[in-house]
Nanobody, 121 residues
Framework: QVQLVESGGGLVQPGGSLRLSCEVS????????MGWYRQGPGKQRELVANITSSATNYADSVKGRFTISRDSAKNTLYLQMNSLKAEDTGVYYC????????????????WGQGTQVTVSS
């Protein structure tokens, strides 16, 4: 079983910064791909950024403002968000797309409970 716990959300003024964290625990040998998604009010869930062993990808709306990173030793994913805008408001979800368990099985698609980010003056 794989568990994800996000933290770091909150209320911030436009132009401010937040850093989200996602701690992954369970019977894990290694994590292949991870990402951050968000769901704004009245909107569908969308990809914000993802990270593989060799690349990072960002939604056009956050390029140059957000940075995704990971600490493999701690099984933790981060999202540094700078120059926040009102349209960045939403619930941010951590996603583990592919993980190798200690039992030697590949398992897919685990989600955290989400953390609220509100950008408002």
């Amino acid at each position: 079983q794989v568990q994800l716990v996000e933290s770091g959300g909150g209320l911030v003024q436009p132009g401010g910064s937040l850093r989200l964290s996602c701690e992954v625990s369970g019977s894990i040998f290694s994590i292949a791909d991870m990402g951050w998604y968000r769901q704004g009010p009245g909107k569908q869930r969308e990809l914000v950024a993802n990270i593989t062993s060799s690349a990072t990808n960002y939604a056009d709306s956050v390029k140059g403002r957000f940075t995704i990173s990971r600490d493999s030793a701690k099984n933790t994913l981060y999202l540094q968000m700078n120059s926040l805008k009102a349209e960045d408001t939403g619930v941010y979800y951590c996603n583990v797309q592919k993980v190798l368990t200690i039992a030697g099985r590949w398992e897919y698609d685990f989600w955290g409970q989400g953390t609220q980010v509100t950008v408002s003056s």
